[in-house]
């Protein structure tokens, strides 16, 4: 990105985070979050919604109290525990396998650890795992850790091309690598969350409402 663009690019993104948060808040943090909750959730809640990601954690949680308990329990019955949220088999194998792992290498089903580490240190070490993509990434880095990270997700890249702060060729897996320096300082909680906010209200996949929406005047293509 040429340092012209980056900064319209920047001034753009500074102004929507300024917009959004007058309209509907700065987002607080959670006050007690776990890493490995965290990362869990957010594997669940890939390639379904929240309400289905939501039923399948709780049913794991119910039925298996201790992330061991996973592990000691047949596949079968993991499986069921994740039917509601889809590709139950692939994200079953997914977890267990992620769960291996880290008591392999911490002695301990817990993700705490990686609190001693930097952010670029974490992506190296747990962006290796199969499943954890850019967004799992980010999630368990934002939310998980409390760390200033971005998760580009199929609200936040849809609302980003179309406020023209994310180019329309870039995938997700790019747009994680080409917010890094647009996100105003220590706003990548408030961004995101109150994108998905707007794309869930306003901004809708179908029929957006432009005719009520309060980003139009830095909206380059408004409907």
């Not at 809708?204 to 409402?209: F, I, L, T």
Request: charged share 30%; proline share 6%; hydrophobic share 35%.
């Amino acid at each position: 990105m040429q340092q012209n663009e980056l900064k319209k690019s920047k001034e753009r993104v500074k102004k929507i985070t300024h917009l959004l948060e007058q309209r509907f808040g700065i987002p607080k943090r959670e006050r007690e979050t776990d890493p490995l909750d965290v990362l869990i959730q957010t594997i669940l809640s890939q390639n379904t919604n929240d309400r289905n990601r939501d039923r399948a954690f709780q049913r794991l949680k119910r039925r298996f109290p201790h992330w061991d308990d996973v592990l000691e329990a047949r596949a079968e019955t993991v499986i069921e525990a994740l039917r509601p949220g889809g590709l139950a088999k692939q994200k079953a194998r997914r977890i267990r396998d992620i769960l291996r792992w880290i008591r392999m290498r911490y002695a301990t089903l817990s993700l705490v650890p990686l609190q001693r580490m930097s952010s670029d240190e974490i992506k190296e070490t747990v962006g290796k795992l199969k499943g954890v993509g850019p967004k799992t990434l980010h999630c368990l880095l934002l939310f998980g850790l409390k760390r200033e990270a971005f998760p580009v997700d199929t609200h936040v890249l849809r609302i980003g091309k179309r406020l023209g702060f994310i180019p329309e060729k870039l995938s997700a897996e790019e747009a994680h690598r080409w917010m890094v320096p647009l996100i105003p300082k220590e706003k990548s909680l408030s961004l995101h969350l109150n994108l998905i906010r707007f794309g869930r209200t306003l901004c809708k996949a179908r029929n957006p409402q432009c005719s009520s929406c309060f980003l139009t005047a830095v909206c380059p293509d408004p409907r």
